[in-house]
């Protein structure tokens, strides 16, 4: 089994890439954002309980989070593996992701990064709020909010898995194309 985590932060293209990679890979795309957005627009409870948060920019709960988590890679008993899209986002969530896949006798192969400067971040948010219909995109305070949360919380992870040798950076600026290739360069190293 191939188990990618597809890391970045808000805006470094981890949705666009996840596309091509789990076609390109055959693996089970899982974006926590998307399913909490499927929740919010089907006014489920997890969704109305997870909009709070994310329209502040804020991070859901990691009980409520890893709960969902679970979930959803149960649903997909026969994956020939998973891409992981916006999580973990916290040292807990991977801790717990590490234990999740254990008991499913398999692991995280990767954890490939794109790497972007912040205000490239957000012009390239500010752009995507014009269409995505994402409240969390529309507001410059909202989106410098993600970006500093990933700083405090998320960033972290980077050394988690630097530590388990899973780290791999790659520069998330240029063509869509050209990023899917220096990712997949990362992939194939395997
Ligand atoms: P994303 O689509 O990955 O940009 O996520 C949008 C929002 O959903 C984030 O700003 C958080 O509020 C929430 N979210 C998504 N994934 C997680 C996670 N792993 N842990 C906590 N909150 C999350």
Do not use: C, W
């Not at 050394?159 to 950076?169: A, F, L, M, R, W």
Request: charge should be negative.
């Amino acid at each position: 089994m191939t188990n990618l985590v597809l890391f970045g932060p808000p805006g470094a293209g981890k949705g666009t890439q996840a596309e091509v990679l789990k076609e390109k890979y055959n693996l089970v795309h899982i974006s926590t954002g998307d399913v909490f957005r499927f929740n919010i627009k089907n006014a489920t409870e997890l969704g109305s309980l997870a909009k709070s948060y994310i329209d502040k920019g804020q991070l859901v709960p990691d009980e409520v989070t890893i709960n969902m988590l679970s979930a959803e890679v149960d649903k997909n008993p026969d994956a020939n593996g998973f891409i992981f899209d916006g999580f973990p986002r916290t040292e807990a969530q991977a801790e717990v992701l590490e234990v999740l896949l254990k008991d499913k006798e398999t692991e995280i192969s990767a954890m490939v990064a794109l790497e972007v400067d912040d205000e490239v971040l957000v012009q390239r948010l500010l752009n995507r709020g014009k269409t995505s219909g994402r409240a969390d995109d529309a507001d410059e305070e909202v989106i410098r909010n993600r970006i500093k949360v990933y700083y405090n919380e998320t960033a972290i992870l980077k050394e988690y898995y630097q530590k388990q040798n899973k780290y791999h950076g790659v520069d998330g600026v240029g063509s869509v194309g050209d990023i899917t290739d220096r990712l997949s360069a990362a992939i194939d190293s395997l």
